[in-house]
């Protein structure tokens, strides 16, 4: 089963940026899919970006135009560029991995990493 962990979050100032990342193991062959999602205090985690193996993206409104998600295949590896940060990006990040881009853009897990704290705040 794939493992995932997040790495990256931390405290950063309005208009700041952050870069996370996400390493996956337990798998002996690319993952086909990742996708980064964040939940904040009192709300739903909701997706915001989603890759492929071919490095096909979709993004979440929220995440559009701010966020870039990119991946290394040979590390199994993905990762969530976040420019021009506001206070209401402060979440818990999480991502995750499946053979089914479907799923990805659902977010329908079974199990979830521990997440990385993000908090934008001045």
């Known amino acids: 089963q794939v493992q995932v962990v997040e790495s990256g979050g931390g405290l950063v100032q309005p208009g700041g940026s952050l870069r996370l990342s996400c390493a996956a193991s337990?798998?002996?062959?690319?993952?086909?899919?990742f996708g980064w999602y964040r939940q904040a205090p009192g709300k739903q985690r909701e997706f915001l970006a989603g890759i492929t193996s071919g490095r096909s993206t979709n993004y979440a409104a929220s995440a559009k135009g701010r966020f870039t998600i990119s991946r290394d295949n040979t590390k199994n590896t993905v990762y969530l560029q976040m420019n021009n940060l506001k206070p209401n990006d402060t979440a818990v990040y999480y991502c995750n991995a499946g053979l089914q881009y479907g799923r990805v853009l659902r977010g329908d897990f079974g199990s979830w990493g521990q997440g990385t704290q993000v908090t934008v705040s001045s």
């Open positions: 337990g798998s002996q062959v690319v993952i086909h899919a």
